[in-house]
């Protein structure tokens, strides 16, 4: 007979339900994890609320949502070589196919046949077990917990944004945002070694957790009646050379315009359901602004685990909430409705 599971489905909006589900198998190259922690994102909320994220979306079919992930291995394929029952991983999400010329060029987070865990229609990890490829899986090291490893996945997120930003140690930055992803990119850029880190935000809580994490300076944009004015003051009267946008709505979407001085460059991060956001294209033509964007990562799960080693981040401090696998829609409906105190978002399996 075959094993069961248990998973938390997606059935509707705001509608998930914990259900039973075949154990998977694994290939003879990969293995099988048993979840440990899980990390609520950005884009599981928008799954969670609209049922889609562009062109990405459930078309009224169930989907177990969730990509930020730790576990245990508990089975191996014959084909693998590095791994063995009781390892402790993290998992890197997306499965490329490794043969398209995206793949083959080293831009595989571009791959043309991506599998990518809780995006329609491949089912994610907020279920009991987890069959992955070997080669996207990263031993955590002996000290680090659960809700650590769920949480280097959005980490990477920022460190990936910092890359692709091509912001150099030193130079100054802006970030629009001091939510988890916010926060990441904050984490990020002070990995790298850049110099002022400018964080804006609505919220004077996560304002003062971005300046535990990184953050030189911090604007309240609820209380900042001039916020272009005061970044400004804090950059020598030019604004800044680089800003990160992580929020994703129209409206910040075009206010990040007004925080870079000319020849600036801005890195969007924040996901939006939907195009149509407003942009000052006459305006950064003619201050020669450059225009920036990241989708996933490419070889940066091993760096992060290297950073967390050896000190250089710490991302336990934005988890401000835990819940069991049993509350997992509890903990959704925490992570949706409470952004004014909740960050990231863990459950423990």
């Known amino acids: 007979m075959d094993k069961k599971m248990r998973a938390w489905v997606l059935r509707d909006k705001q509608q998930m339900f914990l259900e039973e589900r075949p154990m998977p198998v694994p290939k003879d190259d990969e293995v099988l994890i048993k979840i440990k922690s899980m990390g609520i994102c950005g884009s599981d909320l928008h799954f969670y609320t609209d049922l889609r994220i562009g062109d990405y979306a459930t078309n009224g079919n169930p989907l177990i949502v969730g990509h930020e992930c730790a576990g245990e291995i508990v089975a191996v394929g014959k084909n693998c070589k590095k791994s063995k029952i009781g390892d402790r991983v993290i998992v890197e999400p ?22 990518f865990m809780g995006t329609p229609p491949w089912d994610g990890c907020m279920c009991e077990y987890v069959a ?167 070889n940066l799960f091993d760096r992060a685990l290297i950073l967390l080693k050896y000190k250089r981040a710490d991302l336990l401090p934005l988890m401000t909430h835990q819940y069991s696998f049993e509350e997992g829609d509890i903990a959704f409906k925490t992570a949706l409705n409470d952004k004014k105190n909740a960050i990231k978002v863990v459950i423990n399996f």
Request: proline residues 3%; negative net charge.
């Open 94 to 115: 997306g499965i490329p196919c490794m043969k398209c010329d995206e793949c083959r060029a080293g831009r595989y987070n571009f791959c043309h046949d991506m599998y």
């Open 132 to 298: 992955w490829p070997e080669f996207l899986t990263y031993q955590m090291p002996e000290e680090m917990s659960w809700q650590e490893g769920a949480m280097i996945e959005p980490f990477v997120v920022g460190l990936q944004s910092v890359r692709n930003s091509g912001i150099q140690f030193s130079d100054n930055a802006v970030v629009l945002g001091c939510g988890a992803i916010g926060l990441m990119v904050i984490e990020a850029l002070k990995a790298a070694g850049v110099g002022r880190i400018i964080a804006i935000g609505r919220t004077q809580k996560k304002l003062d957790l971005a300046l535990q994490v990184g953050a030189t300076d911090v604007i309240n944009s609820r209380e900042c009646q001039d916020v272009a004015a005061e970044v400004r003051k804090m950059t020598d009267g030019w604004g800044a050379q680089y800003a990160f946008e992580c929020v994703g709505s129209g409206e910040t979407f075009y206010e990040i315009n007004n925080y870079v001085r000319d020849g600036g460059t801005i890195t969007y991060v924040g996901l939006m359901v939907e195009d149509g956001a407003p942009m000052p294209m006459a305006s950064a033509v003619m201050r020669g602004l450059t225009y920036k964007t990241m989708i996933r990562y490419t």
